[in-house]
C-alpha cells in the first residue's frame, strides 16, 4: 500500500491526497514535517514534503511527479483526459498554476499565515506577479464545469487547493482576494469542486490539522 508522507495543512500534500482519493487508490499517510535530516533527505532530496513510499517500498517526491506516477501506475478512475493534446492541456495549466501563481504567492505565506514578516517590496511585487500569473490563468480556465471543460481532471485536482490558499493569503495580507478579482466566477467554481466527497474529506482533515496547528504554536 502506499504511504503519504507530509502534513495536511499542505496544498502541496492535499493535491496528492485528493488524487490518490479520487483515484480510489488505497493508502495510508504519515503526519511528517519538512525536515533537513540525513535520513529525511535520503526520501526527499530537498527536504520538502509531500512524497510517497509506494507499494513496492520506493520514495517518491515533487506532487506534480507523484500524481503523474499515481496515473500511470493505477489507471483506473483517470484524471487525463485520453486525449493526447487535451492531456497537454491539463499539464499546461497545471505548470502556469504552480510556476507563475503558486511559487510566487508562497513568499507571502511567512506574513499572511504564520505571523511572520514580509517585506514591502516583496508585497509589492508579488501582488504584481501573481496578478498577471492569475490573468493569465484565467485565459486558460473554462469553468464549463470543471476546470478545462466538461471532464473533472488533474487540472482541478491542483486548482482547488493552491486556488483557495492564495485567496486566503492574499485576503489576509493586502485585504483583497486577487484570485477573485483577476478570474470572474471563480466563488462558484471552488464551490463546485468543494462538493465532491473527497474534496470535504480533505477540507476537514486540513481544518482539524490548522486547528491542531495553530493549538501548538
Ligand atoms: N514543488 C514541491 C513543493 C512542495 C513544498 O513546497 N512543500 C512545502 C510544504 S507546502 C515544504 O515542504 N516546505 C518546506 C521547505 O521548503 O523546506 C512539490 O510540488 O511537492
Redo the contacts with the bound molecule.
Keep these: 500500500m502506499i504511504t503519504l508522507y ?2 495536511a ?5 492535499n ?2 491526497k485528493f488524487t490518490l482519493l479520487e483515484k480510489q487508490i488505497a493508502f495510508t499517510e504519515e503526519a511528517t514535517r ?1 525536515s ?1 535530516d540525513a535520513d529525511f533527505l535520503e526520501r ?1 532530496p ?6 510517497i513510499k509506494t507499494a513496492n517500498g520506493q520514495f517518491l ?6 500524481l503523474e506516477y499515481l496515473e500511470d501506475a493505477y489507471p483506473a478512475n483517470p484524471i487525463y483526459p485520453a486525449d493526447a493534446f487535451e492531456r497537454a492541456k491539463v499539464r499546461e495549466f497545471i505548470q502556469h498554476i ?1 510556476l507563475n501563481v503558486e ?1 510566487i504567492a ?1 513568499r507571502i505565506y511567512g506574513e499572511a499565515l504564520f505571523g511572520g514578516k514580509v517585506s514591502q517590496e516583496i508585497k509589492d511585487e508579488v501582488e504584481t506577479k501573481v496578478t498577471t500569473g492569475l490573468k493569465g490563468l484565467a485565459t486558460l480556465l473554462k469553468c464549463a464545469p470543471y476546470a478545462l471543460g466538461e471532464q473533472f481532471t488533474a487540472a482541478d485536482i491542483v486548482a482547488w487547493p493552491h486556488l483557495q490558499l492564495i485567496a486566503f493569503a492574499s485576503q489576509a495580507l493586502y485585504g483583497k482576494d486577487l484570485v477573485a478579482e483577476n478570474i470572474p466566477g471563480i466563488d462558484s467554481y471552488i464551490k463546485l469542486v468543494e462538493s465532491r466527497p473527497h474534496a470535504q474529506k480533505v477540507s476537514a482533515d486540513r481544518a482539524a490539522a490548522l486547528a491542531l496547528f495553530f493549538q501548538a504554536k
Excluded at 495543512?9 to 500534500?13: F, G, P, R
Design positions: 507530509g502534513f495543512i499542505s496544498n502541496y500534500y493535491k496528492v519538512p533537513q526527499s530537498l527536504g520538502k514534503i509531500p512524497f517526491s515533487e506532487s506534480q511527479a507523484i504552480e511559487l508562497r
